[in-house]
């Protein structure tokens, strides 16, 4: 049996700049932390010839063709499988739709394990393209590359988007002291609500494709913001950091109606209110989990517990995409 596992992440500046539709004319820059919540995959052999999948649904079936699970199903597809005889179970710390890159950790860890089970390696850049390859060339999904590099690479990486589809990957340099300050003031809140990341990014893939003004403009912003939040983490300047962190939010608001709602908003007030220097929600938008950057930490958490949300504890992963067990 075969355990791998990917981190999920959080942006930390320069999100949505790693679409294809965006960088390919303009290059991408941005940088994201892994955290230690993960999607874990075991693959093993049954005694019997087939599939048998286990994750939100069970699945057997006799050939690659047949699997509903479109990520499963392209993976196996490029495994190049005579005689299926393969069995997948997928676990997660957090579920889908939450905006902590899920789809790119599942995708990551599943072909860790696969390549593992046939003990070939995968170095983390490697890896990361694979998995880019599956959602964005033969799935079509309307995504960028950050989820899948940071959950190959861990740790906090600041990652460049090259026109030429090239990606440049090099670690934070961020002082020790003040990288346990940031993990210590970075707080998540799950909002409760979950969403389709696609439905968000396809209006920016769309817009991006046709050059609206607006939404380029908007785009290039937040790549300046993520060069800028680079500069101030490497400074050791957490605070700075939380206020440019609601500066990327107010205008990543800019970029699309369904990016926030009135109880989101409600919640993000009360949080600057009561010792948030600065946050935003995680992802593409719409729902998922509220990050802030935390001043004073105890009235933070007095008052999103008081609005009812729940917190998601956390620290960095620096490991990445890894077998656990072999």
């Given at each position: 049996m075969i355990i791998a596992r990917s981190p999920l992440r959080i942006s930390l500046g320069g999100g949505g700049t790693d679409l294809p539709s965006y960088y390919r004319d303009h290059g991408g820059f941005l940088v994201a932390a892994a955290i230690?919540?993960?999607?874990?995959?075991?693959?093993?052999?049954?005694f019997t010839e087939g599939i048998f999948l286990k994750y939100s649904q069970l699945e057997q079936v006799a050939g690659v063709s047949e699997v509903k699970h479109r990520i499963i199903r392209e993976a196996l597809l490029m495994q190049e499988l005579k005689t299926p005889?393969?069995?997948?179970?997928?676990?997660a710390d957090i579920p889908a739709g939450t905006?902590?890159?899920?789809?790119?950790?599942?995708?990551?860890?599943?072909?860790?394990?696969?390549?593992?089970?046939r003990r070939h390696l995968l170095l983390p850049h490697?890896?990361?393209?694979?998995?880019?390859?599956?959602?964005?060339d033969r799935l079509g999904e309307p995504i960028g590359k950050q989820d899948q590099y940071i959950a190959a690479y861990g740790g906090l990486t600041c990652f460049t988007f090259n026109r030429d589809d090239s990606v440049a990957a090099s670690p934070?340099?961020?002082?020790?002291?003040?990288?346990?300050?940031l993990e210590d003031r970075l707080m998540l809140f799950f909002t409760g609500f979950t969403r389709n990341a696609g439905d968000l990014l396809r209006d920016q893939k769309e817009k991006s494709q046709k050059n609206d003004?607006?939404?380029?403009?908007?785009?290039?912003?937040?790549?300046?913001?993520?060069?800028?939040?680079?500069?101030a983490l490497?400074?050791?300047?957490v605070f700075a950091f939380g206020r440019l962190m609601h500066e990327h939010w107010e205008n990543k608001k800019k970029r699309s109606g369904g990016m926030t709602n009135p109880r989101i908003d409600h919640w993000y007030n009360r949080a600057l209110a009561s010792g948030a220097v600065g946050g935003k929600l995680v992802?593409?938008?719409?729902?998922?989990f509220l990050m802030f950057l935390a001043e004073d930490k105890t009235r933070l958490r007095r008052a999103m517990r008081e609005e009812g949300l729940e917190e998601l504890r956390f620290r960095f992963d620096f490991d990445g995409s890894k077998v656990v067990l072999s």
């Open positions: 230690d919540k993960y999607v874990y995959i075991t693959v093993t052999r049954p005889q393969v069995e997948i179970a997928a676990l905006g902590l890159g899920s789809s790119g950790s599942f995708t990551t860890a599943l072909l860790k394990a696969l390549y593992a089970h490697d890896l990361a393209e694979l998995a880019c390859h599956i959602e964005i934070l340099g961020i002082p020790i002291d003040d990288l346990f300050e003004r607006a939404m380029l403009d908007n785009l290039h912003y937040v790549k300046h913001l993520g060069l800028r939040s680079r500069e490497e400074k050791g300047d992802g593409a938008g719409g729902g998922g």
